[in-house]
């Protein structure tokens, strides 16, 4: 017979999880595994909370095994290493992404390309080697192999930079793969939201010209003033997406409701790259004839490798780049989920769980 959450392992933990697929997140009591020899044991400090982890809490893709306990925007600071652990010492501040395993050898883990591995394990919701499902980071503490670590740059802030692990990569990865992050390049980014503000601060940071289309005009003044865009177009105007015919290297689609396609296409330039970062939940349309009349590309990207984050980690802590948050306490977290449906956050919340979560 399967044991319980809580006695499945020897350390007791604590956090907030989803039963079922109300998504209503409460107090949980479960355990954790003891600290291997490639282990690092942290105390978790803050965690972001991304749209992931309301469609997981709610089961919306499909795949959620309850109890969820989501998070996968942590930062810690240690409390235990394994014995053959050789980057990490008690007292360092960490961070853990999206990913806490993946196979190791196949060609996208041989290339430092985990989050594309077959056999990858996500931060919660999913079954961990030895079997038992891994939990997140609405806690108070977590482990993980060393290798899923990542290292936290000294000057880059705890709290506001959190989001980065995923958020971050997520629109890092691409501006990087598809070569949009070099100086003039014309790079778009539609939707500003928790993805699509951070994508503007890294493409502004690679020297980009950026453009932001927002079907919402009350976005402008913070796209140009807040976030220092140079552009903004509303996207369902079209006289302005006229205007802006064929004059985008790439865009960066961040959005994940259903939206029209076809007009995102003919603001790209010849061989201008359409990269889509949010999941919809309809699939999409696309005129082949779109496509080919300007050589046209049109992909996708998910999250980045470990070594990737901790390049994205670093170039964010060296240029400043970090997310605009909302601090809140572990008990608002079914409030600031509600909210997260609405789009009503700027731009990210971020639990504060180490100053407010309380265990029983």
């Avoid at 806490?100 to 394990?121: M, R, T």
Wanted: charged share 20%; hydrophobic share 40%.
């Amino acid at each position: 017979m399967a044991k319980s959450p809580e006695s499945e392992h020897p350390i007791k933990a604590y956090g907030y999880a989803a039963r079922d697929t109300s998504g209503v997140l409460s107090p949980f009591t479960f355990s954790r595994r003891a600290t291997g020899d490639k282990d690092v044991r942290f105390k978790i400090l803050y965690c972001g909370i991304c749209h992931s982890d309301l469609h997981f809490a709610k089961n919306e893709w499909g795949m959620s095994t309850y109890p969820i306990l989501p998070g996968h925007e942590i930062v810690g600071v240690v409390t235990e290493v394994g014995t053959k652990v050789e980057k990490f010492k008690v007292g360092d501040n960490v961070g853990v992404g999206c990913l806490v395993g993946s196979c190791g050898s196949c060609q996208s883990c041989a290339n430092d390309l985990e989050s594309y591995c077959p056999k990858q394990i996500l931060t919660y919701g999913f079954p961990y080697h030895d079997g038992t499902y891994t939990y997140g980071g609405y806690s108070d503490h977590m482990v993980a192999d060393e290798h899923f670590v990542l290292r936290w740059p000294e000057n880059l802030p705890l709290d506001s930079g959190a989001p980065l692990l995923c958020a971050g990569i997520t629109t890092y990865s691409p501006l990087r793969y598809f070569g949009l992050d070099k100086p003039g390049m014309k790079v778009g980014v539609v939707g500003l939201g928790g993805l699509g503000h951070v994508a503007v601060k890294f493409a502004k940071a690679f020297g980009a010209e950026v453009t932001v289309l927002s079907t919402s005009p009350a976005k402008k003044q913070e796209a140009l003033e807040g976030l220092k865009a140079d552009h903004f177009i509303v996207s369902k105007d079209p006289e302005q997406m006229q205007s802006a015919a064929n004059s985008l290297d790439g865009i960066i689609d961040t959005v994940s409701a259903s939206h029209p396609i076809e007009p995102l296409l003919s603001v790209l330039k010849p061989a201008g790259k359409l990269v889509f970062v949010g999941v919809p939940e309809k699939p999409i349309e696309i005129s082949t004839y779109s496509l080919i009349m300007g050589r046209k590309i049109v992909t996708g990207s998910a999250t980045g490798g470990l070594k990737e984050t901790q390049e994205m980690l670093d170039f964010a802590a060296k240029h400043g780049v970090t997310a605009d948050i909302e601090l809140i306490p572990m008990d608002y977290v079914n409030a600031a989920m509600d909210r997260v449906l609405k789009s009503d956050v700027r731009y990210r919340f971020v639990i504060d769980v180490a100053n407010t979560l309380k265990a029983p």
